[in-house]
T-cell receptor, first 115, second 113 residues
Framework: GAGVSQSPSNKVTEKGKDVELRCDPI?????LYWYRQRLGQGLEFLIY????????KSGLPSDRFSAERTGESVSTLTIQRTQQEDSAVYLC?????????????FGPGTRLTVL | QKEVEQNSGPLSVPEGAIASLNCTYS??????FFWYRQYSGKSPELIMF????GDKEDGRFTAQLNKASQYVSLLIRDSQPSDSATYLC?????????????FGKGTLLTVNP
């Protein structure tokens, strides 16, 4: 596809359940980022993947959050034992690693609602 | 102190006026500065980036950076109703944008026809 895609677009789950969110970056983009946006707030960095380097997990809010990425392709963000405060829009972005400037292109997001 | 601060607004301007959006940041190691536009219910899209002190113009948009004052702004000339959106300021420590961005909460801009 031409842009970053994410699925599902909406997810409603019950407190305590696990959820898995998927991101397909733009083909050829080596860098992939996950952000979270709570209602009325700015974007909050979660995790960053760059090629085969160790990911930067410094933004993950708790050990209930984890993410994986295989090579330079799809990434999944997993939230275990979801809590109501996890309700937010989860945004994925990707960028290329070429040149001095690399724009981060965002996907449409997954809106997660924890009841 | 929040890392990136913006007035939440709403900022309301009449069509054709200049809209001025401001942002301050606390990390003196910040090297790259970005303005994203986010329409309601949509994902952010990059409209301007700036690395060096001074002004950078792109069409109706001008970004201004003052690293000594830790201040970055966005001016929108000849504002149009289609410019109505939330504008997010973001900063990065790296030289390029290929690293995590720290965002402000955004300023809601409304351009009245």
């Amino acid at each position: 596809g031409a842009g970053v895609s994410q699925s599902p677009s909406n997810k409603v789950t019950e407190k305590g359940k696990d959820v898995e969110l998927r991101c397909d970056p733009i083909s050829g983009h080596t860098a992939l980022y996950w952000y979270r946006q709570r209602l009325g707030q700015g974007l909050e960095f979660l995790i960053y993947f760059q090629g085969n380097s160790a990911p930067d997990k410094s933004g993950l809010p708790s050990d209930r959050f984890s993410a994986e990425r295989t090579g330079e392709s799809v990434s999944t963000l997993t939230i275990q034992r979801t809590q109501q405060e996890d309700s937010a829009v989860y945004l994925c972005a990707s960028s290329s690693f070429l040149g001095s400037y690399n724009e981060q292109f965002f996907g449409p997001g997954t809106r997660l609602t924890v009841l | 102190q929040k890392e990136v601060e913006q007035n939440s607004g709403p900022l309301s301007v009449p069509e054709g006026a200049i809209a001025s959006l401001n942002c301050t940041y606390s990390d003196r190691g910040s090297q790259s500065f970005f303005w994203y536009r986010q329409y309601s219910g949509k994902s952010p899209e990059l409209i301007m980036f700036i690395y060096s002190n001074g002004d950078k113009e792109d069409g109706r948009f001008t970004a201004q950076l003052n690293k000594a004052s830790q201040y970055v702004s966005l001016l929108i000339r000849d504002s149009q109703p289609s410019d109505s959106a939330t504008y997010l300021c973001a900063v990065s420590r790296s030289g390029g944008s290929n690293y995590k961005l720290t965002f402000g909460k955004g300023t809601l801009l409304t351009v009245n026809p």
